[in-house]
């Protein structure tokens, strides 16, 4: 696609080509506790499968990858875990920027920034600034990032328009709430997959999974590779997807 300014692909229709595959990377701590490793250890592999399958996606022909890095409710965790995880973050931007950029990766941040340390700011900017016109995948970081919080930002701003008399309340539907959400250029996850057999959503792209195909795998994060992302495909292609109409019917 030359066209810069045309809208993001919409929730792929064809069953077995997801154009959006969001991950929930469950199970580091559980990985490590099996090998009587740190948790810090479970999830600096973690970093390691991400690498893994960031490149299987793009060679997979898939165009968004969202990955669920931190969440809101992720800061009841230990101070020494979470300094782990920002550290994370940090090391995987200054170590691989370069390289998801060569890669034609596309760097998009979703989540609250206040309250970030000014060098995770300035980190998450140079990514979004650097990789802003690649088109082969875009990498979308969930950081800092709740569902409930996301929605209840964008009522609040539309809540102000309206108190400002700029936009009436009846036109808030649910495209226009959409908008104003962190993910507007983004199209809905086709598949979501979580890793470590726990079977929710935990507070992940709640309004924008409205019609994703969910897939449970058994294997904890730092075990996920290419194949099994292949597996989730294909249990994704197994899927009916009707997105709240009737089954297609072939020759009619
Ligand atoms: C869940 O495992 C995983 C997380 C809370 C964070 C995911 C983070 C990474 C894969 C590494 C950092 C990411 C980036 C982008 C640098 P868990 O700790 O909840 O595992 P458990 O449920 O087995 O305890």
Known sequence: MSNAAAPAPQASDRADNPV??????DGNGRWAAARSLP???GHRRGVE?????????SELGILYLTI???SSENWSRPATEIG?????????????????HRDGVRVRVIGERTGLEADICALLNEAEELTKANTKLTLVVAFNYGSRQEIAKAAQRLALEVAEGKREASSIDADVLGRYLDTPDIPDPDLIIRTSGEQRLSNFLMWQAAYSELVFVPIHWPDFDKAALEGAIAEYARRERRFGGLV?????
């Open 49 to 57: 499968a991400l690498r893994r399958v960031v490149r299987a996606a």
């Open 248 to 252: 297609a019917k072939t020759g009619s």
């Open 68 to 70: 669920f890095s931190f």
């Open 39 to 41: 948790r810090a250890e």
């Open 20 to 25: 959006h595959v969001a991950i929930i990377m």
């Open 84 to 100: 782990d995880l920002f550290g994370l973050l940090r090391r995987f931007i200054r170590n691989d920027l370069a390289t998801l």
